[in-house]
């Protein structure tokens, strides 16, 4: 929220030498968070001129400038830059006349964009400064001409600082509002607590005005299908201006205070319903009356029914969304965005004015599914004072009447079903138990006065009724943390907590760690993505074989309506992230990521919400967790680029399905499990360069992912180069298969007898199963095997291969003779023959 000071001093006293940094200080002090100060980008002489004479003078391209003489100063006296009183300036606009006033900006003045102005030689003349546009001010959107004062009703001196007439010189502090807070986002809820921070007096505008009696409009609220059981509105209040001048300037001090709280000006009318938002904090929308067929309903949308909204766009709305309809069908996104049908322009003479309250979930939800975020939804989907609609009404319509000459007329309606805020038990013993501070009743009532609740005593309770502007107080730790915010955080101590006793980590956490620990210290950086993905990718890496529908958690509300489910694999969010690198020039990326995926079940979800007051009971805690979806803990990683950069004398090297699985056996090693390798097939992998990776646990052996070549149709979706070598395991399932306990062994002091086995057979028996079958069948000698070489061409028969194998036999009470050794490894021979029709190769 953007507060301009000025605007703020008019609701509550400001020190005649305050400074932003101050203002900010003091709301910190009550709790807000400081963002930002926004000043505007313009320096050095800006003044006031009056237009002496002007000479039209068509150019060759066909456009018209004026060369004009512009007084600068009083006769006689230098300009504000020192120069002559009257100076030549070239102009291209031409909504001005001899003797009228205007913004001369002088060589020196700095415009917003770092634009400085100079004597420049132009159209043939040499311009000595420049007559400016609001635009070029940073006061709006407004370049079809220069300010002209008139228009604004202003009549400066000649030779004046424009920066100080048009608010050029004025300031305003930005804070970050917290969802809670939003009483917060108007000036009015700003001014509140800055009087609670510093003491000063502050004026409320809602009190200030008297709304006057209106009627014979017709609203109807025909909400058939309100959200848990909230309507879609709980008022609505209606005004009509008539004979209004839609084509009047909006007054310099009303867009200086827009710009500054970071709305452009558009239009009069507009710009008045914008002000008055901002100062109430009641969102208001503005009818051209003379549009409307008939009265207002407010009810949901219909299957098939579309609105053209303000912003040109053609919606198809949401049987849940919330509308405002006339005769003729919709006309606005209730507390969102208004439609095109009804807008006010330069034609309005009538107005209808609308200032109402709507269900928050409401309007969030339609927010979020048009991705339509504005100005009115954020204050709506926050909470508004369900008591200042009335007042805000008045207050448009007084400013129509005073700046766009318009009628204040009787015709309009009020609706008010908004329910009076409960009253609040609250023990007087709580703020200490929670806060660690033992505030003094005078204090605590103080406080929650201070932010105008209604409090009675009531023996060793208060009764509390909070303000209508707060529905966030709604039970004890908000009303105590409004004591210890108003109070003064200062009193809360700084008491650094001991921690409960206990065993540390569990298992699975300090194993978990481990992992995470062993892929960063293989080199690979760690992300975190977000959990929504699109169906598709479910589809795609949720399933091995393809065709298979996978079953999504599918989100209510999301974020972002092109990724709605929650994720049944880690690989799609590291194949963005490696895209999102990459397309910045990381093309080297090594990643891995430890995270839940979600498995839906048949008793996923419930409508049952536990009150937020108290800490639910346990069998509330049980059945809340069965709803929740299955999340098992996936490791992940992606590898793409060059594994060895290239160097003199050595090229560099990609990485490869080999330095997935070295990853993959960092991973299991780190958490003590042994794992099998087997050829496997994934429809998003390469197929050939595919392993799928096994454990046992408890007697059975279980698949818990795949590593290998990312399937090169997905690689280019991605629009990444080359391979891209990826794995997925089920880091529980893996952890679940470690050894619980380390067994040692003695080391032998007698040598070790190493042989060389070459084997020929198909190439269709996958090399895994010829090492494993060579481990166990070569005796309790047999130390170590490893697979050395793979090769099928001369000297092989087509079909066929060669695989050799290292084999390390040794003894723990003796040296092993060459014929001990031997006989060891023709068990592993006859294994293979009997096993895979192998034969020792000659």
Known sequence: MRVPLSWLGELVELDADVTPEQVHA??????????????????GPLVVGQVLEFTPEEQSNGKTINWCQVRVAPEGQQAADGGADVRGIVCGAHNFAVGDKVVATLPGAVLPGGFEIAARKTYGHVSDGMMASARELGLGEDHEGIIVFARLGLDPEIGSDAKAILGLDQSAVEINVTPDRGYAFSIRGVAREYALATGKTFHDPGLSLTPKPAQGFSFTLADDAPIRGRKGASVFVTRVVRGINAKTHTPAWMVNRLSLAGIRSISLPVDITNYVM?????????????KLAGGITVRRAKAGEKLVTLDQTERALHPEDLLITDESGPIGLAGVMGGAATEMDDSTVNVLVEAAVFDPVSIARTARRHKLPSEASKRFERGVDTAISAAAAQRVV???????????????????????????????????????????????????EAIGAGVIESG?????????????????????????????????????????????????????????????GAGLVEVQNYPFVKQADNDVFGAAAAGQGVPSVRVANPLDGEVPVLRRALLPGLIAAAQRNHSRGFTNLSLFEVGCVFEPHSGLGTDFMPPLAARPAEDVLVQLNASLPHQPRRAALLLTGDAVLKQPGEGARQFDWADALDAVRALAESVAADFEVKQGSHQAFHPGRTAEIFVTSEGTQRSIGFAGELLPELVAEAHLPGKVSVAELDLDALIEAGRRETKYRDISTFPAATQDLSLVLSSDVPAGDVLELLRVSCGELLEHVELVDDYSGSGVEEGYRSLTFALRFRAHDRTLTAAEASEAKMLGVEAAAQTFSAQIRD
């Not at 400013?399 to 023990?427: I, K, M, R």
């Open 278 to 290: 901002l100062e109430m904090g009641n969102p208001i929308h503005g009818y051209d009356l003379d």
């Open 460 to 520: 060793e309770n208060w009764m509390v009724t909070p303000p209508t502007w707060r529905p966030d107080l709604s039970f004890t730790a908000a009303f105590i943390e409004e004591i210890a915010r108003i109070v003064g955080y200062d009193r809360i101590p700084s008491i650094v907590p001991v921690a409960p006793p206990g065993r540390g980590y569990t298992r699975s956490q300090r194993l978990r760690r481990r992992a995470a620990n062993a892929l960063a």
């Open 26 to 43: 003091d709301l910190v002090s009550v709790g807000f968070e400081e963002e930002d100060i926004h000043r505007f980008d313009v320096s």
């Open 398 to 448: 007084d400013l129509l009447v005073e700046l766009a000459g318009g009628t204040e007329d009787e015709l309009g309606s009020t609706f008010n079903e908004a329910p009076q805020p409960e009253t609040y038990e609250l023990p007087k013993s709580a703020a200490a138990s929670l806060i660690g501070v033992d505030f003094t009743d005078a204090e605590m009532r103080g406080a929650l």
